[in-house]
């Protein structure tokens, strides 16, 4: 027994062929393994590509607006009459107190000359007053501010289709109103006394041509008197209407005041 499983060990069987390379396989393999590799990472690329893209042209939200200013209500201070005022004069002087702080938003002290009729017989119906504010930056300021029935228009103010002659003014625009009304809003150089015009805007006005024939206006000459500085409490250098910083309403701030309805004539 001993010599037959010697020899039987000793026996060498060939293997039956496999029909395939073995290392060929295995280089497949791992080639494959190479290329799978690439694609899922060349697809991860791709991916991450587009997303930036998708990123990049979403439009950014729009950034908020920067806050509106807010300024403490102005100390309006309304000097007394001189004499009994009407209630017209009264209902004028009650609606221009609580427009104007719209109108200068950030004034810190208005003073308001009362309403006076200015046209005595010959056009009783013409009422003005004086303004005079302190701005959100300390300067002082000042406008004339007028109310004119339909005598005082017919009598004393120049018709709105000789509202601007070549000479009148730096700057004289017509514009019309959808109501059939019209705003003139002038500029003007007038320069020192005594000297001829500098080519600076001295001063602005509007007037409103309303449809019933009555009219307000604005004239701004921007500076103060020594007497509007003293209400206001500023020092007397401020006074004079050349130190003022030239107009202080702007053409929306005068449309506005000429063209509000609550001013009455009647």
Known sequence: MTDLETRLR???????????????????????????RATVATVVVTLGIAGAAVVALRPSPPQPAPPAATYLPPVIVVKPPQQPQTPLE???????????????PGARKIVIDSFFTLGGELHPDEMGTTVSFVDHEGKGHSFNFGVMGKLTVARNTRPVAEACPPEASMRCDKIPRPDGSTVVITEYSEGLPGRPPTGKVDGRGAVHYRADGTAADVDDMGGLSVMAAADLGLPADAAGFRTGGGPSLDDRQLIALVTDPGFATQ
């Open 90 to 104: 009264q209902r004028n002087m009650a609606h221009l107190k609580e427009v104007l702080p719209t109108v200068i």
């Open 10 to 36: 000793e026996v060498s069987l060939a293997e039956p062929p496999l029909g395939f390379d073995p290392d060929d396989v295995v280089t497949k393999a791992a080639k494959r393994v190479r290329n799978r």
